[in-house]
């Protein structure tokens, strides 16, 4: 155990500093082995193509804090502060090697994180974790609030129930009549995207709990900004549309992300249905047909997780319903800061 420490040699990192890259991969790797077991590695080119791209293509701030006189990477952090909307928020990431728990080391890289977030004006902080004692303890001895519980689950498709899975579709089939379905895969087509993005935006309607966040952003220029960066992530996009036909107006979209350096896991990214398209099974008919497409032409895939709010009495039922497991909880905590 690392002996109480008040102050760290905290320094920056980037994707090309490929040692360092290296021995956070591994750091956050031995982290998830504690906290999540079930969670997937992450591995060193996984991790440099994360830092260099970001979720869509804004990028987070990276700091690690060496051991002194080893020069080992015990602790890690990242900010993002992003600029498509909510420019009053930070999130903020603290990892700390097991063997080095306890020790003071995870307050300290908070503290440096704090400072970089307000010398950026940002007023409201965020940190999460997976729930368990170490991790509300920390946030209750620095000032953070919980404000949003999410759960996360797995479906893991060797273990379908296939010949159920065809009759629930076909029954959600028959309810959404009205809709046709169709398969998307990689980038969406430039003159489509101000449509997709104005579909996507229904995900402003799904619950945050007590979290001091304003509605997404959602335009033409961040589903295209998205999408580069999650193919430059080295992911395959696939995309299902629901688009109601008598008007042609698009009702609703599940999007799954295949990656190619984890090998066998896949990302649910949104699943969303518009507001007036709501009541025709489409949330499962969505997700349904997107198992059905991935089996076919991503056959290697294992398992696909997915997030959502516990108090999303919509579409976790619907998770349930397709088989997805869950693995556990992770909590949001903030605090906010004067803007003075």
């Known amino acids: 155990m690392t002996a109480l420490r008040t102050?760290?040699?905290?320094?920056?990192?980037?994707?090309?500093?490929?040692?360092?890259v290296a021995a956070v991969a591994a750091l956050v790797t031995a982290a998830r082995a504690v906290d999540a077991p079930r969670a997937y590695p992450a591995p060193a080119e996984f991790w440099e193509k994360r830092l260099r791209h970001g979720w869509d293509g804004e990028v987070p701030r990276t700091f690690?804090?060496?051991?002194?006189?080893?020069?080992?990477?015990?602790?890690?952090?990242?900010?993002?502060a992003g600029e498509w909307d909510?420019?009053?928020?930070?999130?903020?990431?603290?990892?700390?090697?097991?063997?080095?728990?306890?020790?003071?080391?995870g307050s300290a890289m908070l503290a440096h994180l704090e400072r970089e977030a307000t010398a950026l004006g940002r007023t409201t902080f965020g940190i999460g974790g997976w729930d368990s004692p170490a991790a509300r303890g920390f946030a209750a001895r620095h000032g953070y609030d919980e404000a949003y519980v999410g759960a996360v689950r797995r479906q893991h498709l060797p273990a379908l129930d296939l010949g159920e899975l065809a009759q629930k579709y076909a029954e959600a089939r028959a309810r959404a009549a009205d809709y046709e379905l169709i398969r998307m895969r990689g980038r969406t087509p430039a003159d489509q995207l101000a449509?997709?993005?104005?579909?996507?935006?229904?995900?402003?309607d799904a619950p945050t709990d007590d979290l001091d966040m304003e509605d997404e952003i959602v335009s033409a220029e961040r589903i295209a900004a998205y999408e580069a960066a999650q193919e430059a992530r080295g992911n395959r996009l696939y995309r299902v549309v629901a688009r109601h036909r008598g008007t042609g107006e698009l009702a609703g979209h599940t999007v799954v992300a295949v990656e190619t350096l984890r090998p066998g896991f896949a990302g649910q990214h949104d699943t969303s249905?518009?507001?007036?398209?709501?009541?025709?099974?489409?949330?499962?008919?969505?997700?349904?047909?997107?198992?059905r497409w991935l089996r076919d032409v991503e056959p290697g895939v294992v398992d696909i997780d997915t997030g959502n709010a516990a108090s999303n009495d919509h579409m976790v039922p619907i998770n349930e319903e397709l088989g997805y497991e869950l693995l556990g909880n992770e909590v949001?905590?903030?605090?906010k800061i004067s803007a003075g």
């Open 7 to 20: 102050k760290l040699d905290v320094r920056p990192y980037g994707p090309d500093d490929t040692a360092d």
């Open 64 to 80: 690690l804090g060496p051991l002194p006189g080893s020069g080992e990477v015990v602790v890690a952090g990242e900010l993002e």
């Open 86 to 105: 909510n420019r009053h928020l930070a999130w903020l990431d603290v990892q700390v090697h097991p063997a080095h728990r306890r020790g003071g080391l």
């Open 195 to 204: 449509e997709v993005a104005a579909m996507a935006a229904a995900i402003n």
């Open 273 to 291: 249905v518009v507001r007036a398209h709501r009541g025709h099974r489409l949330g499962f008919l969505l997700k349904a047909e997107m198992v």
């Open 332 to 335: 949001c905590f903030q605090r």
